[in-house]
Nanobody, 115 residues
Framework: QVQLVESGGGTVQPGGSLTLSCVVS????????MGWYRQAPGKQRELVAS???????KHNETVDGRFTIARDNAKNTMYLQMNSLNTEDTATYYC?????????WGQGTQVTVSS
């Protein structure tokens, strides 16, 4: 059974930073392209960034240059370093396989950017 456990969210002021973590179990993490997704209230879930098994990373144009996705295959863990946060980044953030979230979604971690 695949488990995806996200953590690291919180409330920050505009311009602040957060680092999210996703611990994965139940699948061959090192061989999977994984991604971070987010869903804001009233909006559809969107793929924010993805990273392949060889550490090839892609970032959505709305976060490119501010967010950085990374993975540690030895720890079955994926990260999302988020800098220069703005109010439009407020959302619940999830991890899953990419580009399609094929596994059951975890609970996510809430990121709120507010002054």
């Amino acid at each position: 059974q695949v488990q995806l456990v996200e953590s690291g969210g919180g409330t920050v002021q505009p311009g602040g930073s957060l680092t999210l973590s996703c611990v994965v179990s139940g699948l061959m993490f090192s061989g999977k392209t994984m991604g971070w997704y987010r869903q804001a209230p009233g909006k559809q879930r969107e793929l924010v960034a993805s990273i392949g098994w060889g550490d090839s990373a892609k970032h959505n144009e709305t976060v490119d240059g501010r967010f950085t996705i990374a993975r540690d295959n030895a720890k079955n863990t994926m990260y999302l370093q988020m800098n220069s946060l703005n109010t439009e980044d407020t959302a619940t953030y999830y991890c899953n396989s990419a580009p399609a979230g094929l596994n059951e979604w975890g609970q996510g971690t809430q990121v709120t950017v507010s002054s």
